[in-house]
């Protein structure tokens, strides 16, 4: 007979730490920090933190998606897909919570300017979408509309003695992703992931075509002066961050190749900083995704962050995130 104090189980293994090896010949980048404060999620639904630019203060605030702070700075916007699912906001600290739209697809929400409104991109329900048959046995889903459409939540409008979250649809193209307010408060810039970087009038519901280009866009956003957009864009094998001026002109690198790297890189999710002059980014040239920021022309790049990335394993699956928010 067998009993358990004759029995010797195996300890548990202990888990080896991951080690980075950074490729020697690579340029060198310094290690600094930003001022403000930053908002940012761990992955798509995962945990969402808010923290100082010197790394110092690291919360863990909520959970979701594509987190976004309101203009103020007090309060943050997020996205679920579990139930409910939906749009929430909540006090800059996370309490607070409410859900403001229920909807199971919802990503990269903004606020607009004056704190009025949010934006966001959200796929159709299966009522939108329409099957296609060819020969009889031949069945396709096709979208009735948009694969992604936007949505605006104009929050607390009066109606007769109450207040609501009323929802409006301005039109936009066949993929209308990342949606970004420009300061008049009216205009949203967004990516068609396929065609360029479009504009939509939420007033006139008049359309344009501000970027075209035929290689792959994600991540649109703007200045907070307006005046250019940032955004990532796929180059052959790798996505690299680019800046235009608002009305689509005068392209240019924010992140170029380094040809003494081994591996190839990708930089991606740019945020502003509150004053214009700065993007910050992720970038998994260490071999793991880190925050880095450079001025709007490329020069001054430098890694931040890195206490916290030590800490915090970010993970990013190209799927249009916004990963992280800069408020002052």
């Not at 990503?107 to 329409?130: M, T, Y």
């Not at 694969?147 to 993929?175: M, N």
């Not at 990708?266 to 450079?294: C, H, M, T, Y």
């Amino acid at each position: 007979k067998i009993s358990g104090t004759n029995v010797l189980l195996r300890p548990t293994p202990t888990r080896t730490p991951e080690v980075s090896f950074p490729n020697p010949y690579a340029t060198p980048i310094p290690v600094s920090s930003i001022q403000g404060r930053l908002l940012f999620q761990e992955m798509h639904g995962g945990k969402i933190y808010t923290v100082n630019g010197d790394g110092s203060n690291l919360k863990n605030i909520s959970y979701g998606m594509d987190p976004s702070w309101s203009p103020d700075g007090k309060q943050i916007a997020f996205a679920r897909m579990n139930e409910p699912a939906g749009l929430f906001s909540a006090q800059a600290d996370g309490s607070q919570e409410r859900l403001l739209f229920g909807w199971p697809q919802i990503h990269s929400a903004r606020w607009s300017p004056d704190g009025k409104r949010l934006a966001f991109a959200r796929q159709p329900s299966v009522s939108e979408i329409k099957v296609i048959c060819f020969f009889v046995i031949y069945c396709f889903p096709f979208p009735n509309q948009a694969p992604l459409k936007i949505g605006v939540i104009e929050l607390d409008r009066a109606v007769g003695e109450t207040t609501k979250h009323v929802l409006t649809e301005p039109p936009c193209s066949l993929y209308c992703a990342a949606p970004t307010w420009s300061p008049d408060n009216r205009t949203l810039m967004y990516a068609d992931e396929w065609s360029g970087i479009m504009s939509t009038d939420t007033l006139t519901n008049t359309q344009a075509l501000l970027f075209k280009q035929p290689a792959r866009i994600q991540a649109t956003t703007l200045s907070p002066n307006g005046t250019k957009i940032a955004f990532q864009l796929l180059q052959h094998d790798h996505w690299e961050i680019k800046v235009i001026d608002a009305d689509g002109s005068n392209v240019r690198a924010v992140t170029r190749a380094d040809f003494l790297d081994f591996a190839l890189v990708n930089n991606v999710a740019p945020a502003w900083s509150p004053d214009s002059k700065q993007i910050l980014f992720l970038s998994d040239r260490g071999g793991r995704w880190e925050f880095f920021v450079a001025d709007a022309d490329g020069a001054n790049l430098r890694q931040v962050l890195k206490n916290v990335t030590d800490h915090v394993r970010i993970q990013y699956d190209f799927r249009n995130e916004r990963v992280i928010d800069w408020t002052r």
